[in-house]
């Protein structure tokens, strides 16, 4: 049961992160301006809106395709994409800057506490997919360490002749 749910919470963080980054990768221009509308750092809005759409797609494609030592690394990019997004909307929220969240591209709504529960709800989703995915199984070394009494002696003293007797 825990697997099937852990299962769950993955696919769904993963489909929320496709979902948004693909529907603000349609119109990048529009999420510019939205990003600028935060007034946090307006002059990276053109860098923001080519880059964090890229980055949830990959990320959501991750989660939900991608093998397990792979999935932990998305996990955790997701939670801290989620909580870059709970601290801009918080800061518009409690600045009270009444602007449209851009969440998932165009016609997202405006900044509410449900906005900012949400976010919490992603962070707490993938934190949970992070720490209880299993870890992905470590493969041995190629070569074993050598013992240091293993390597070879200098003196034909210490070797045995093959029939048991000194050398």
Same mark, same amino acid.
């Given at each position: 049961?825990?697997?099937?749910?852990?299962?769950?919470?993955?696919?769904?963080?993963?489909?929320?992160?496709?979902?948004?980054?693909?529907?603000?990768?349609?119109?990048?221009?529009?999420?510019?301006?939205?990003?600028?509308?935060?007034?946090?750092?307006?002059?990276?809005?053109?860098?923001?809106?080519?880059?964090?759409?890229?980055?949830?797609?990959?990320? #959501?494609?991750?989660?939900?395709?991608?093998? +397990?030592?792979?999935?932990?690394?998305? =996990?955790? /990019? $997701?939670?801290? !994409? &989620?909580?870059?997004?709970?601290?801009?909307?918080?800061?518009?929220?409690?600045?009270?800057?009444?602007?449209?969240?851009?969440?998932?591209?165009?016609?997202? #709504?405006?900044?509410?506490?449900?906005?900012? +529960?949400?976010?919490?709800?992603?962070? =707490?989703? /993938? $934190?949970?997919? !992070? &720490?209880?995915?299993?870890?992905?199984?470590?493969?041995?070394?190629?070569?074993?360490?050598?013992?240091?009494?293993?390597?070879?002696?200098?003196?034909?003293?210490?070797?045995?002749?093959?029939?048991?007797?000194?050398?």
């Amino acid at each position: 049961m825990r697997v099937l749910a852990l299962r769950a919470l993955r696919l769904g963080v993963g489909a929320v992160l496709l979902v948004a980054g693909a529907l603000k990768l349609r119109d990048p221009t529009t999420f510019a301006t939205e990003i600028a509308n935060y007034q946090f750092w307006p002059a990276l809005a053109p860098y923001l809106a080519a880059s964090l759409p890229t980055a949830e797609v990959l990320v #959501g494609v991750a989660l939900l395709a991608l093998p +397990l030592s792979w999935r932990r690394p998305a =996990a955790l /990019a $997701a939670l801290a !994409l &989620f909580a870059m997004f709970l601290l801009a909307v918080g800061s518009a929220y409690f600045r009270g800057i009444n602007i449209e969240c851009g969440c998932f591209g165009t016609g997202g #709504g405006p900044i509410t506490a449900l906005t900012l +529960l949400r976010n919490l709800g992603l962070i =707490a989703a /993938a $934190a949970v997919v !992070l &720490f209880g995915e299993p870890h992905p199984p470590r493969h041995p070394p190629r070569h074993p360490p050598r013992h240091p009494t293993d390597r070879p002696t200098d003196r034909p003293t210490d070797r045995a002749s093959p029939d048991g007797g000194p050398a």
